[in-house]
Structure formats: C-alpha cells, structure tokens
C-alpha cells in the first residue's frame, strides 16, 4: 500500500519538512474523508491513484501535513481500519494532538491493531525541538502526547523518530538520553533515527540543515552507549557503509528504489542488497566520495 496524504495542514513549520509550501495551500476539499473513501475504493478496485510506495502491498502510511488536523479524523482512522483488516497502518504525527488525553483515548479506541503512530521528536527539550518544529510549545505537546499514548493506547505501535540534520545533530545523543530518561521501558516503543531527505522545505533550507553522513555518522558513534540501551533500534537512510559497523545490523531499506542510487563503487561491494544505498537527491547534492565496497 503506498504513502496517502491524509491532510494538507499542519500546525508545525518543520525546517526539514519534505512537503513544499504549495502543498498546504492546496484546496483541503480533496483530503475530506469523502474523497479519501472514494480514493481508496478505487485503490481497492485497482485503480493507481497513489503515488509514493504506491507498488507496496503490504503497509499503509498515513501522513501529511498533520494527519491529526484533519476534520473527521477519528472517522477516517476507523474507515482505513475497517477496510484494510490485518494491514499494518502506520500514522505519520507530530503528536501535538495526542497531549489531549481524550483525544489520545479515542484515537485508541479507533487505531484497532496492527496500528503504529510514529511520532518526530526533534532535540531533548524545547530549545531544540521548537526551533526545528517553528512552533514555541511544541517540545511539550509532543512530549505529553507521547506519554499519553503510552498510558492510554497499550495496543498502539509507537515510534519514535528523530531526524538528523545541522540542527538536531549536536543535541542527538541528548535526546536519547531524554528518551530514556523520561520513557525507561524500552520495551513499549521504538525509536527510528531518520538521515534527513532532501525535498520540499529541507531543500529550500539546505544551509540551515545541510548534513552530510560523516557529521551524522560521528553522532551515532557518539551516542553509541544510550543506543545500546533501546530495546528495538532502527536507523533508516544510512548506506552501510557510512556508519560504524557495529550499528551496520540497524540499517533499514528504506525508501522506494526510484529514490535511491547506487553509484559504480557499490558494483564490487558485498553488501549491496541489504543496503539502502544513497538517497538520489543526496547523492546529487554531496556526491558519492566517502562509500566503500564492503566485504
Ligand atoms: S558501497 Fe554502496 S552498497 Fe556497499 S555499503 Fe556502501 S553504499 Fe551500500
């Protein structure tokens, strides 16, 4: 199943965010949960009438804008349920919502297993994380929307996300840290460390939050003694090349084939098939010096 934009507004003005501005400023009719149903019965019939990861079968993402915004949301969350049983949907948030608790417990009521929220966490407190969200609060909406979610949704998937780019990278080891500090059983959520891509927003602000592997790399090498403590560590975006080779077992493939590239020094490299590669638009902004053929 592919990526299906839920909402086109969102409450944050993420520096990284991968939509461009004309996306919000889109007519918000198309998303109401109307054009949503009718969308997706055509889906179910066959119709291509998603775009990203539109070729996979096996998952939903439901992202945006904020997926929590959306009008009839708790409506939309129970239609997706009801006709995708046994499909895994994952909800894309930035969890502001969730600080609600009644809002958190419907949301439970609605998101019937398997269902994951995967919520961005940007830095340990709210120097970082509002700075990178645009929004002065946010740090402590998030945060109270992901403690709810643990209290209020047992069955719910969580994840964590945490985006590495120029602004968040000093703080990363920080906000693990913050993270096991504030939610120590490890073993009710998981945390996903995300490499930047370079689209919409993040593109616009590439000197703001340009980050290149060896900078990201050095954090992860850093933080490596809190990363031993998460139960279920993912790391997604990372040629495996580029991270230390202890962390090399948490690389993901992540992203759909069109966007990633393998450049000629991955032809000799005996990795390549449990490697994500480099995303394409990273590879044409730095370049591909720095990758070697693994064993
Ligand atoms: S050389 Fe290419 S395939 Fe091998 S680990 Fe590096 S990026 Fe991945």
Redesign the pocket.
Known sequence: MPDIAAWNKCDNRCVMCTNAPSFALQDSGQYRLKGQIGKLERYLRGARVYGKNADKSDYVSLTGGEPTLHPEFFQLVSYFRRRLPGTPITLLSNGRRFADRKFAARFAAAARPPFAAAIALHGPGPRVHDAVAGVRGAFSQTVRGLRNLLRLAPELRLDVRVILHKKTVAAFPRTLAFLLKEFPDTSRYAVAVIHYEIEGMSETNHREVGLEFPASAAALRKALPQIRRFRNFSLYHF????VPAELRPFCRVTLPREERV??P??R?????KD????MREYARKFGAAG????P
């Open positions: 040629p495996l090349c580029r393998y450049p020094v991955c000799r490299c005996g990795a390549r490697c994500v590669g480099l990758l070697r053929a693994l």
